[in-house]
């Protein structure tokens, strides 16, 4: 009886522990909700509608990519309140797992887009017209994973939210 009642315990417990851990989640991440919505409201009208010969090679080279370079860019434009490594870790681990329950997967294309760095500035749509003076949807396969291959590193975000 008294193993039974221990075992019944834990499990509550682990219930329990489990219950607090996604309300923590849901707070961290709907925290922020309202910053996403407002950068999803800055895509440019190429980050909105991705085309279908970038979004198939988006997903054959970055696919496993997408949710955590997006993540991390989106973290860093928008949160400046959690200076502890351990509290940004645990926010960024979360966002990984609600943000693509939360997106379309053409919002979450559509962010990746918008926050892809190369050394001039953001966004993989203006990086094209940089570049080959063409839009994204324009390029070839072979343009798109050459432009691919030249990401930088972070650079300030143009459209931050005041």
């Known amino acids: 009886m008294t193993k039974r009642l221990l075992v019944q315990t ?3 417990s682990g219930i329990l522990l489990a219950a607090v851990i996604v309300q923590f989640a849901a707070t961290l991440y709907y925290s922020h909700a309202d910053d996403i919505e ?3 409201g800055q895509l440019t009208t190429c980050e909105r509608s991705v ?3 970038v979004r198939d090679v988006l997903l054959e080279e970055r696919q496993p990519r997408i949710v955590p370079d997006t993540v991390d860019r989106l973290l860093a434009d928008l949160d400046q ?5 351990a509290s940004r870790a645990l926010k960024r681990w979360l966002w990984r797992w609600l943000l693509p329950q939360s997106l379309q997967q053409d919002d979450l294309l559509g ?3 918008h926050t892809w760095p190369y050394p ?3 966004g993989l749509c203006a990086a094209a017209e940089r570049r080959y ?3 994204l949807g324009a390029l070839a396969a072979d343009e798109l994973r050459a432009l691919l291959a030249e990401e930088g590193g972070p650079a300030p975000h143009s459209s931050r939210r005041p």
């Open 51 to 53: 085309p279908a010969a």
């Open 10 to 12: 834990l499990a509550l």
């Open 133 to 135: 003076a063409r839009p």
């Open 81 to 85: 309140s959690h200076r502890s490594a």
């Open 111 to 113: 962010l990746y887009l």
């Open 38 to 40: 407002w950068t999803l």
């Open 120 to 122: 001039e500035g953001r």
